[in-house]
């Protein structure tokens, strides 16, 4: 806790050291988050941000990223909190790429000033994936009959229940062009003549840290403590921003809103379908990480 008294100290008499505050953004980017587990979204990101940057005598914020990507929107959007943050208080961002920081994780990464990353890190994967399952065979077996009713012929596209129509996957495919697009603009006007001229760049690879910089996804090479003392001296003091607590503890976004749905309703298939909600987004997450070999 801060001494309230200290700004009436001298500064001669006060300690010299620079505190950064340390903001970390980790998991997959999801706007919900799901059963017991909190992932990565605006709104789990932004009290800390703000808090971060509310650290007047600060003259940076570090910000280290972890995460194999997912809601382009909600990558996008922390991404826009933080250079509106940056601009707004005018302090320079650093980012320090973990493990990985890929699609939408590479996209928040964009929101540095510098991007730092581990030589084993992976950056990249400026792309856009849509993954789902199928059931129809599996329905077919348990002697299951599936039942839908819409007011619109295009309301069940892609239904994973029903069978998979070409014009439906050729709609999603000009979708995620447009997405693409997007995110490749993101990064340019981020990254600008940094960039290196590859074609390969925007295909949806990824990369080793020590690639990335060769490409100019990233500045340099190294580690947030290292490099905060490399910047600011040894008597730098990285303090870390976490979300608040409440008098149990932390409180985990969307899970009353799943059990809720886990336990409302008079029969089993609230439960049963919610259940079922859970266990594809665990299975979604973890391929995600799964990409990278994490």
């Known amino acids: 806790m801060a001494n309230p008294l200290k700004r009436f100290v001298p500064k001669r008499f006060r300690k010299s050291e620079t505190q950064i505050p340390v903001v970390r953004l ?3 980017i999801m706007a919900s988050s799901t059963l017991g587990r909190q992932n990565l979204s605006l709104a789990s990101a932004a009290p800390m941000l703000e808090k971060a940057f509310s650290m007047k005598e600060a003259p940076a914020v570090a910000i280290s990223v972890n995460s194999p990507g997912g809601s382009p929107v909600q990558s996008r959007l922390i991404y826009k909190r933080i250079r509106d943050l940056a601009n707004e208080k005018k302090k320079r961002v650093l980012i320090f790429v973990e493990d990985v920081a890929a699609s939408g994780g590479y996209m928040i990464a964009c929101a540095g000033d510098e991007i730092i990353a581990d030589p084993s890190s992976i950056v990249g994967s400026i792309g856009v994936v849509s993954g789902s399952f199928g059931f129809v065979g599996l329905i077919e077996k348990l ?3 599936r039942r839908v009713h819409t007011a619109g012929r295009n309301k069940v596209t892609l239904d994973p229940f029903q069978p998979e129509r070409q014009e439906d996957v050729e709609r999603l495919k000009a979708l ?11 990064v340019k006007g981020a990254r600008g003549d940094k960039l ?10 990824f990369w080793s840290g020590v690639r990335g910089k060769e490409l ?18 040894e008597k730098v003091k990285p303090v870390l ?4 607590t409440g008098l149990f503890g932390r409180a985990k976004p969307g899970i009353a809103s799943h059990l809720g749905d886990m336990l409302s309703g008079d029969a089993a298939s609230p439960f049963a379908s919610a259940l079922v ?4 987004s665990l ?5 995600l990480w799964a990409r990278y070999g994490l």
């Open 277 to 280: 909600r859970e266990t594809l």
């Open 26 to 28: 980790s998991g997959a």
């Open 216 to 233: 100019g996804l990233v500045d340099s090479l190294g580690d947030l403590r290292g490099t905060l003392r490399e910047r600011y001296g």
């Open 283 to 287: 299975a979604e997450e973890r391929a």
């Open 241 to 244: 921003v976490t979300p608040k």
């Open 176 to 186: 995620q062009l447009e997405v693409h697009q997007t995110f490749i603009d993101l």
């Open 196 to 205: 290196a001229a590859d074609d390969d760049l925007f295909t949806g690879l």
């Open 143 to 145: 002697g299951i009959e």
